[in-house]
């Protein structure tokens, strides 16, 4: 079993606030793909078959996703890859 380190005062973050009416949603997405990329050692890499293993059994809004980009949570993948990546994930986890 691995863990993941999230600071106590990560609800209050100027990037969750800036979620408005889907902090809660973002916050929740943002910790599951953390804990996944911990325990599949993507190194913060989010691809986009990987989203059903980040809530099994729930579906994860369009807009959502769109959201932990526009705040800066999640940056897009470049170079043609289907994806994100966990904004300053390695700066934080090992």
């Given at each position: 079993?691995?863990w993941?380190?999230?600071?106590?005062?990560?609800?209050?973050?100027?990037?969750?606030?800036?979620?408005?009416g889907?902090?809660?949603?973002?916050?929740?997405?943002?910790?599951?793909?953390?804990?996944?990329?911990?325990?599949?050692f993507?190194?913060?890499?989010?691809?986009?078959?990987?989203l059903?293993?980040?809530?099994?059994?729930?579906?994860?809004?369009?807009?959502?996703?769109?959201?932990?980009?526009?705040?800066?949570?999640?940056?897009?993948?470049?170079?043609?890859?289907?994806?994100?990546?966990?904004?300053?994930?390695?700066?934080?986890?090992?």
């Amino acid at each position: 079993m691995s863990w993941i380190k999230l600071d106590d005062l990560m609800p209050h973050h100027r990037k969750v606030r800036a979620l408005k009416g889907r902090a809660f949603a973002g916050l929740g997405l943002y910790a599951a793909s953390i804990a996944f990329a911990q325990r599949e050692f993507t190194d913060g890499i989010i691809l986009r078959d990987d989203l059903p293993a980040l809530i099994p059994g729930q579906p994860i809004p369009r807009g959502l996703l769109e959201a932990l980009v526009a705040v800066r949570l999640w940056d897009c993948l470049e170079g043609g890859r289907d994806g994100w990546q966990i904004h300053d994930y390695l700066d934080h986890n090992d």
